[in-house]
């Protein structure tokens, strides 16, 4: 779906953030997973991970094999104190 209208923008965002609740209202997996390349952006690092654990093992990798903080991006796996940021 594409639209070139700007002012549809809020209408837009509303029809989507609506339509992600519906979607996931019927997921079997519970916390909430999310394939990255479909992310909408508000997903925490555990949603698009797998949960705590892998997070906090990649963080602990990124930590050893990127410590300057090269390999960031925008949905990285954020800071080790558990902020968004991306690394």
Partial sequence: MKYTDPSLDSEAKAFGDQFR???????VDKPKRVYANFAHGDEDPEDLYGGKENVERLR???ERW??????GWYNGFGEADG???SS
Wanted: glycine fraction near 10%; proline fraction near 5%.
């Fill in 60 to 62: 602990r990798l990124k």
């Fill in 83 to 85: 902020s968004k940021e």
């Fill in 21 to 27: 609740t519906v979607l996931r209202s019927g997921c």
């Fill in 66 to 71: 990127d410590p300057e903080g090269m390999f």
